[in-house]
C-alpha cells in the first residue's frame, strides 16, 4: 500500500507551501491522490514527490505553468526547453544593453563637461544606407546640396 500524506506532511517533504500545492491542484498540475469525502483533506503519495520535484525544476528554469503542464502530458520536452533557452538568451541580450546604457548614463552624468547632444549606441534592423562625401564651403550651400542628394536617392531605389 502507498504511503499518504496530508498536504501539510507533503509540503514540508516537498519544500513547498501548502497554498503552492493548492495552485497546482487548481491548475491540474499536481492533482491529490486522494480526497477525503468527509472532511475534503487532501492526500497525496510518496510517488507524487518526483512530480512535484520535476514541477519545481522546471519552474526555476523559467517555464510557465501552461509550458510545464505541456511538459507534464508528454509534449516534446527538448523543444520546449530549448525554445524557453532562446527567449531567456534575448532576455539576456537586452539586459546587457540596458545595462551598457545605464553605465554609459552613470560615465556621462559623472562627467564636469555636458555636452549639448548624447550619443546613444542602439542595436537596428539591417537597411540600406545611402552615404555620400564631399566638402561645403558655406551653410547656405549645403541646403542646395540636399535636393540633389534626394534626387541620388530616388535614382537608385
Do not use: W
Amino acid at each position: 500500500m502507498t504511503n499518504l500524506f496530508r498536504i501539510s506532511e507533503f509540503s514540508r517533504l516537498g519544500k513547498t507551501s501548502i497554498k503552492t500545492l493548492r495552485y497546482y491542484d487548481e491548475c491540474g498540475l499536481l492533482k491529490p491522490d486522494k480526497i477525503d469525502r468527509f472532511n475534503s483533506y487532501r492526500y497525496y503519495s510518496t510517488a507524487q514527490l518526483f512530480t512535484l520535484y520535476r514541477i519545481q525544476s522546471l519552474r526555476e528554469a523559467g517555464l510557465s505553468i501552461s509550458e510545464i503542464a505541456d511538459v507534464l502530458s508528454g509534449a516534446d520536452e527538448e523543444f520546449i526547453l530549448r525554445q524557453k533557452r532562446n527567449v531567456l538568451l534575448d532576455d539576456l541580450a537586452q539586459i546587457k544593453r540596458r545595462i551598457a546604457a545605464t553605465d554609459y548614463l552613470l560615465a556621462e552624468s559623472g562627467s564636469e563637461k555636458k555636452s549639448m547632444y548624447s550619443a546613444v549606441i542602439k542595436e537596428i534592423p539591417e537597411c540600406i544606407v545611402f552615404a555620400k562625401t564631399g566638402c561645403v564651403k558655406h551653410y547656405a550651400d549645403f541646403m542646395t546640396l540636399i535636393p540633389e542628394i534626394g534626387a541620388e536617392v530616388a535614382a537608385v531605389n
